[in-house]
């Protein structure tokens, strides 16, 4: 197995992962809950946060590591420390044990504005390519509605809308299916 990407300060990641054999991650709406309160326990600290899905048997972040001291907790580190988290609690609450997600959690690089936008899209349409919804607005555990509307985030939906050269232009990329395949490709998967 080759060594993970690290992950720098002031870049941008996008960190995907999946249960283990697929499993699913989440089961019921208090598991997505845990999962967001603590990773805005875990990495809200270490990271900005542009895009989020958590699907049932899977997740995709696009986050910006944060420069900035750490108080010596490296950021992978604190990636770690928040899956395990949430695995020892999914574990507790689902009276199973053994692994929840793959490991190494996966990461890549997010290096040009082109790339950012396209991975921003297909963030949000995964529960439409994964047979979810028809459109990113019916699902409710991903970014989109949170970039849609107008009430007080952490997360950085300004500049995500600023990105795109606004909310109507947002709105209307979002509209068009992305290729998949080329993001699947430039992942490796």
Known sequence: MKNPEPLITNHLYHIYNRG???????????????????YEKHIEPIAKTFAWVLMPNHFHLLVQIRGQDFEARAPHQCFSNFFNAYSKAFNKFHNRHGALFERPFKRKQIDNSAYFKKLVIYIHQNPVHHGFCEHPLEYGWSSYLTCISSKSTKFERDEVIKWFGG??????????KINSAEINEFLGI
């Open 20 to 38: 283990i054999n697929s499993c699913n991650i989440f089961e019921s709406e208090e598991n997505y809950e845990y999962f967001l309160n603590l």
């Open 167 to 176: 909310g109507y232009d947002f709105e209307c990329c979002h509209k068009e």
